[in-house]
């Protein structure tokens, strides 16, 4: 089956400075992959999702970025805001069934410091 | 649109009773349903998928016996929790698609349960 993996798992940047969060997926025919952003206690957000008929997708400050060879995909955001902080959760899936099966990756814990 | 709730929010049961969670998509039908279990600072596990009128599928190392799922109507989903024990305390989530084929998951706000 699909594995996900993500790096870094702690990441802490200045305020106004870029993050990036890197992902690694296993399955070939996955062909969706969703960002998450999970506030601490609250449900996971969809920040961001990009296919892999598609390379690079922006919106605003969040961009992600998809090598379907080396089965990467990378969340970037840019002039990071202390409400940035949370953890990031990358996902991958594959529409192989009736039901789209979605794996995450084991999350990073991004800190913006003012 | 496409708001999931869940409820409880949160529940403290005795060891060796049974709990049951509910996940309702308020706006939308939602032909599948994931459930989802989250340690603390740990990623969201899949523990099953659920789709309206089937049986559920379990994903591998996840007791059907122990965690019953019902997806009755394209609106509700829910999961029982038989015989808890303290090591089933965790963070129940829900998700819903919001049509088949979509991968967009829309997520409940959670259940935390604790066994004592």
């Known amino acids: 089956g699909e594995n996900v993996e993500q790096h870094p798992s702690t990441l802490s940047v200045q305020e106004g400075d870029s993050a990036v969060i890197k992902c690694t997926y296993s399955?070939?025919?996955?062909?969706?992959f969703p960002w998450y952003k999970q506030e601490l206690g609250k449900r996971p957000q969809l920040i961001i999702d990009?296919?892999?008929?598609?390379g690079e997708k922006k919106d605003q400050r969040i961009a992600v970025t998809l090598n379907k060879t080396a089965k990467h995909f990378s969340l970037h955001i840019t002039e990071t805001q202390p409400e940035d902080s949370a953890v990031y959760f990358c996902?991958?899936?594959?529409?192989?069934?009736?039901?789209?099966?979605?794996?995450f990756g084991p999350g990073t814990s991004l800190s913006v410091i003012p | 649109g496409a708001v999931v709730s869940q409820h409880p929010s949160r529940v403290i049961c005795k060891s060796g009773t049974s709990v049951k969670i509910e996940c309702r998509s308020l706006?939308?039908?939602?032909?599948?349903m994931f459930w989802y279990r989250q340690f603390p600072k740990k990623s969201l596990m899949l523990m099953a998928t659920?789709?309206?009128?089937?049986?559920?599928?379990?994903e591998q190392g996840v007791e059907k016996d122990k965690f019953l799922i019902n997806h009755a109507s394209l609106t509700l989903s829910t999961l029982t929790v038989t015989s808890a024990h303290p090591e089933d305390s965790s963070f129940y989530i829900c998700?819903?698609?919001?049509?088949?084929?979509?991968?967009?998951?829309?997520f409940g706000p959670g259940t935390r349960l604790l066994v004592l």
């Open positions: 998700s819903a698609t919001t049509t088949s084929g979509a991968e967009t998951q829309y």
């Open positions: 996902a991958a899936s594959s529409a192989r069934t009736s039901y789209d099966k979605v794996i």
């Open positions: 399955d070939s025919a996955s062909n969706y």
């Open positions: 659920s789709n309206e009128g089937s049986k559920a599928t379990y």
């Open positions: 706006d939308f039908q939602a032909t599948t």
């Open positions: 990009i296919r892999s008929n598609v």
